[in-house]
């Protein structure tokens, strides 16, 4: 209600990366005093207690999680979990520093429930982050770490890169993901082919010691037989799957969002996210993370039904405003 009725008009009346700086700057500057993640919790709702599942070996408190891209530098671990998350996925981070695309880069598309983005990567750098995380306590519940590619990196130096920055914060993460499905790098989605896949996880492999588990995030727009053929590489390098990222594709928009590159997000990308699980899940055991367009219960039951052993969202959170984790999971409580 207080978000409908105040927060989201006055949110809504600012670019949408502003809105978006705003609310992190304000739960930012929240999150360091004792006391406030316990009102945040109040604030939103209370939330059901769910059974705790464990997947790759981590121990999720509920499946319902936070994607990659809302807190890409780390600087909400700690109070974000008041909002009822079972997980949160922070980045994606890159090895080196790098200011991301030119400003505006993210837009919403209200009548569509959706946002397009070409955020591009803006990250403070692996090492940054690292600290960052070293200095905060531990996050409430497990934390996954999504890993970029800086813009001006030679694709043939990406296993390198990857693998590096993979080490720098391997300690601070309960699970990492390769990202190599953003659609705002030039030439990054070229690496979900066979070999540059292949050879991403097996250099990250060869550092991970600890045996994270290491995850792989598509693209919701590879032709059949390179889905397939990454599940492949997947199955024999990594140990989950997120499915998926944001799609180039423009259905279920106005027909002027063509002449906006980025990737779109939200509830046009429902039915081919969950179609995409379902494919998975019928050529995989590997875990499935299923993301993309969950607004709703019915939506999150929807992904599990279809395959996934965890959701995530973002978009949703911008419509629905700080309760949607909350109301999710008492709707999934219900049903269950
Ligand atoms: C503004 C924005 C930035 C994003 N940044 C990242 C990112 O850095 N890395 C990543 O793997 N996914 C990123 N994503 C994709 C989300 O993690 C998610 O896969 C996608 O938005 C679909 O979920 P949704 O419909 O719930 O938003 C971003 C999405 C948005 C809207």
């Given at each position: 209600?207080?978000y409908?009725?105040?927060?989201?008009?006055?949110?809504?009346?600012?670019?949408?990366?502003?809105?978006?700086?705003?609310?992190s700057?304000?739960?930012?500057?929240?999150?360091p005093?004792?006391?406030?993640?316990a009102?945040?919790?109040?604030?939103?709702?209370?939330?059901?207690?769910?059974?705790?599942?464990?997947?790759?070996?981590?121990?999720?408190?509920?499946?319902?999680?936070?994607?990659?891209?809302?807190?890409?530098?780390?600087?909400?671990?700690?109070?974000?979990?008041?909002?009822?998350?079972?997980?949160?996925?922070?980045?994606?981070?890159t090895l080196?520093?790098?200011p991301?695309?030119?400003?505006?880069?993210?837009?919403?598309?209200?009548?569509?429930?959706?946002?397009?983005?070409?955020m591009?990567?803006?990250s403070?750098?692996?090492?940054?982050?690292?600290?960052?995380?070293?200095?905060?306590?531990?996050?409430?519940?497990?934390?996954?770490?999504?890993?970029?590619?800086?813009?001006?990196?030679?694709?043939?130096?990406?296993?390198?890169?990857?693998?590096?920055?993979?080490?720098?914060l391997?300690?601070?993460?309960?699970?990492?993901?390769?990202?190599?499905?953003?659609?705002?790098?030039?030439?990054?989605?070229?690496?979900q082919?066979?070999?540059?896949?292949?050879?991403?996880?097996?250099?990250?492999?060869?550092?991970?010691?600890?045996?994270?588990?290491?995850?792989?995030?598509?693209?919701?727009?590879?032709?059949?037989?390179?889905?397939?053929?990454?599940?492949?590489?997947?199955?024999?390098?990594?140990?989950?799957?997120?499915?998926?990222?944001?799609?180039?594709?423009?259905?279920?928009?106005?027909?002027?969002?063509?002449?906006?590159?980025?990737?779109?997000?939200g509830?046009?990308?429902?039915?081919?996210?969950?179609?995409?699980?379902?494919?998975?899940?019928?050529?995989?055991?590997l875990?499935?993370?299923?993301?993309?367009?969950?607004?709703?219960?019915?939506?999150?039951?929807?992904?599990?039904?279809?395959?996934?052993?965890?959701?995530?969202?973002?978009t949703?959170?911008?419509?629905?405003?700080?309760?949607?984790?909350?109301?999710?999971?008492?709707?999934?409580?219900?049903?269950a």
């Amino acid at each position: 209600m207080l978000y409908s009725e105040y927060a989201k008009p006055w949110l809504f009346r600012l670019d949408a990366e502003r809105a978006h700086d705003e609310v992190s700057g304000l739960l930012s500057l929240l999150a360091p005093f004792p006391g406030a993640a316990a009102a945040l919790d109040a604030l939103t709702g209370a939330a059901p207690t769910a059974a705790p599942r464990d997947i790759f070996g981590v121990r999720f408190p509920n499946p319902v999680g936070l994607a990659a891209g809302f807190d890409k530098d780390g600087r909400l671990v700690g109070i974000l979990p008041a909002l009822g998350f079972g997980f949160l996925e922070i980045g994606s981070v890159t090895l080196e520093p790098q200011p991301g695309n030119p400003k505006p880069r993210m837009f919403r598309v209200p009548e569509s429930r959706a946002l397009v983005n070409r955020m591009g990567f803006n990250s403070d750098g692996a090492r940054a982050v690292a600290r960052r995380l070293a200095s905060q306590e531990k996050c409430a519940v497990p934390l996954g770490i999504n890993l970029g590619l800086n813009k001006d990196t030679d694709p043939a130096r990406a296993p390198v890169d990857y693998a590096r920055t993979f080490r720098i914060l391997a300690g601070h993460g309960d699970y990492f993901v390769v990202n190599v499905s953003s659609p705002n790098t030039p030439g990054l989605r070229d690496l979900q082919k066979v070999e540059g896949l292949s050879a991403i996880l097996g250099e990250i492999q060869d550092a991970n010691a600890a045996k994270k588990p290491i995850l792989l995030k598509l693209a919701p727009d590879l032709a059949d037989e390179d889905f397939e053929a990454a599940l492949r590489v997947a199955e024999k390098l990594a140990q989950g799957l997120v499915v998926s990222n944001t799609t180039i594709s423009r259905d279920g928009v106005d027909a002027k969002w063509a002449t906006e590159s980025g990737g779109l997000s939200g509830a046009p990308l429902k039915v081919r996210a969950t179609a995409l699980v379902r494919k998975a899940r019928g050529l995989t055991k590997l875990p499935i993370v299923g993301v993309g367009g969950i607004e709703t219960a019915d939506d999150a039951r929807e992904r599990l039904a279809a395959g996934a052993d965890l959701v995530q969202l973002y978009t949703g959170l911008v419509y629905g405003g700080p309760s949607t984790v909350k109301r999710i999971l008492a709707g999934l409580e219900t049903a269950a």
